[in-house]
């Protein structure tokens, strides 16, 4: 049996098309609807993503903003540019890129970000929505693995509600940028939820949990770590991680936590490194830019979110 190949490029693609009629609505109602991310210093990883953003941003017709900041900026300064942007009219979404240098206080400079404008959701007030199940903001990586899931689910027609509630989903790694908000998303869809981290690893090993998933979301940031032995034959398998290895050809080549090619002959369907989470990920973080700009012109919630292409019950926001 070889895993059927969860395409996330088709998926960011349709994504893409219902969220554009959206965008163009917006502007024609004269909303500002701007992103503007923040990076301090230079990393390859916030370099390639900013491409991606500004690429995607345009192709949308969503003004972008790219601040690239001094490695050694002070707390004060940083919190002072979030304040800008803040007020700034033009901006509707910001995205402060990770890691900050040590000696900035992620949390308090998190904290500083207006939380309607907080489009990955890591202000407390719209990570503890999302803890309670009433999410303003679902963060993009998260959201793109279950968007990725229903949209499966709806091209081999498995009933969502139906597979959820008997599914174990297993998240490897537990970060607050990933591994959490995905736990509150299949609570939310009220499956079975098992969260492993790096210290089943050094004692019993992670396949003592991992075997057990019918879903298998992996967001731990090494290489290779799903191995053949990790997985059962008719789990789903997400893989979130993201690791820039040199190739034989010298190059850089971006390659998941999980080993594919021994992975995938086992498992009933699969998301690719790159083409999988990735490409909706980056869709969802200016639909969440959209969802913003509606939401600050005092709109509720249920009608500030973009449609979702597909069926119309998502189960992946609660309103
Ligand atoms: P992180 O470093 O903040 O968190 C990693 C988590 O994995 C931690 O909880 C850590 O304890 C755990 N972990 C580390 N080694 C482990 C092991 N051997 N076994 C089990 N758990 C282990 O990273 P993050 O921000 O959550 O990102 C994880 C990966 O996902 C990275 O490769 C990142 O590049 C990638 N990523 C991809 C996307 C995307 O859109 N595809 C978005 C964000 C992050």
Same mark, same amino acid.
């Given at each position: 049996?070889?895993?059927?190949?969860?395409?996330?490029?088709?998926?960011?693609?349709?994504?893409?098309?219902?969220?554009?009629?959206?965008?163009?609505?917006?502007?024609?109602?004269?909303?500002?609807?701007?992103?503007?991310?923040?990076?301090?210093?230079?990393?390859?990883?916030?370099?390639?993503?900013?491409?991606?953003?500004?690429?995607?941003?345009?192709?949308?017709?969503?003004?972008?903003?790219?601040?690239?900041?001094?490695?050694?900026?002070?707390?004060?300064?940083?919190?002072?540019?979030?304040?800008?942007?803040?007020?700034?009219?033009?901006?509707?979404?910001?995205?402060? +890129?990770?890691? +900050?240098?040590?000696?900035?206080?992620?949390?308090?400079?998190?904290?500083?970000?207006?939380?309607?404008?907080?489009?990955?959701?890591?202000?407390?007030?719209?990570?503890?929505?999302?803890?309670?199940?009433v999410p303003r903001?679902?963060?993009?990586?998260?959201?793109?693995?279950?968007?990725?899931?229903?949209?499966?689910?709806?091209?081999?027609?498995?009933?969502?509600?139906?597979?959820?509630?008997?599914?174990?989903?297993?998240?490897?790694?537990?970060?607050?940028?990933?591994?959490?908000?995905?736990?509150?998303?299949?609570?939310?869809?009220?499956?079975?939820?098992?969260?492993?981290?790096?210290?089943?690893?050094?004692?019993?090993?992670?396949?003592?949990?991992?075997?057990?998933?019918?879903? +298998?979301?992996?967001?731990?940031?090494?290489?290779?770590?799903?191995?053949?032995?990790?997985?059962?034959?008719?789990?789903?398998?997400?893989?979130?991680?993201?690791?820039?290895?040199?190739?034989?050809?010298?190059?850089?080549?971006?390659v998941g936590?999980?080993?594919?090619?021994?992975?995938?002959?086992?498992?009933?369907?699969?998301?690719?490194?790159?083409?999988?989470?990735?490409?909706?990920?980056?869709?969802?973080?200016?639909?969440?830019?959209?969802?913003?700009?509606?939401?600050?012109?005092?709109?509720?919630?249920?009608?500030?979110?973009?449609?979702?292409?597909?069926?119309?019950?998502?189960?992946?926001?609660?309103?």
């Amino acid at each position: 049996m070889s895993a059927q190949v969860i395409d996330g490029r088709a998926c960011a693609r349709a994504l893409k098309v219902s969220l554009e009629a959206d965008v163009t609505r917006l502007r024609g109602e004269g909303l500002g609807i701007g992103l503007a991310t923040v990076v301090v210093g230079e990393g390859y990883s916030s370099k390639a993503y900013e491409r991606r953003l500004r690429k995607l941003a345009e192709d949308l017709g969503v003004p972008y903003s790219p601040q690239v900041l001094p490695a050694d900026i002070s707390q004060e300064e940083l919190v002072s540019r979030i304040s800008e942007l803040n007020t700034d009219l033009s901006v509707s979404g910001i995205l402060v +890129l990770r890691p +900050l240098p040590a000696h900035i206080d992620e949390a308090a400079v998190f904290r500083a970000i207006d939380p309607r404008k907080d489009i990955e959701a890591v202000h407390p007030e719209n990570a503890g929505l999302l803890a309670l199940g009433v999410p303003r903001f679902v963060p993009s990586t998260a959201a793109s693995c279950f968007h990725l899931l229903d949209t499966w689910l709806d091209s081999v027609g498995e009933d969502r509600a139906d597979f959820y509630h008997r599914s174990l989903i297993v998240v490897v790694g537990r970060s607050n940028n990933v591994g959490k908000p995905a736990i509150s998303l299949g609570y939310e869809r009220q499956a079975t939820i098992a969260s492993v981290d790096e210290w089943a690893d050094r004692t019993t090993g992670i396949g003592r949990h991992t075997r057990w998933a019918d879903v +298998l979301i992996v967001a731990a940031g090494k290489a290779g770590l799903i191995k053949a032995e990790h997985v059962s034959e008719n789990a789903v398998v997400i893989d979130v991680g993201i690791n820039p290895c040199i190739g034989q050809d010298g190059k850089v080549h971006m390659v998941g936590d999980v080993d594919y090619d021994a992975v995938a002959p086992r498992v009933r369907a699969i998301t690719p490194v790159p083409g999988g989470v990735g490409p909706v990920t980056d869709v969802w973080l200016l639909r969440n830019t959209v969802t913003a700009a509606r939401l600050l012109t005092g709109r509720p919630i249920e009608e500030a979110r973009p449609a979702l292409p597909g069926p119309t019950r998502t189960l992946l926001e609660v309103s």
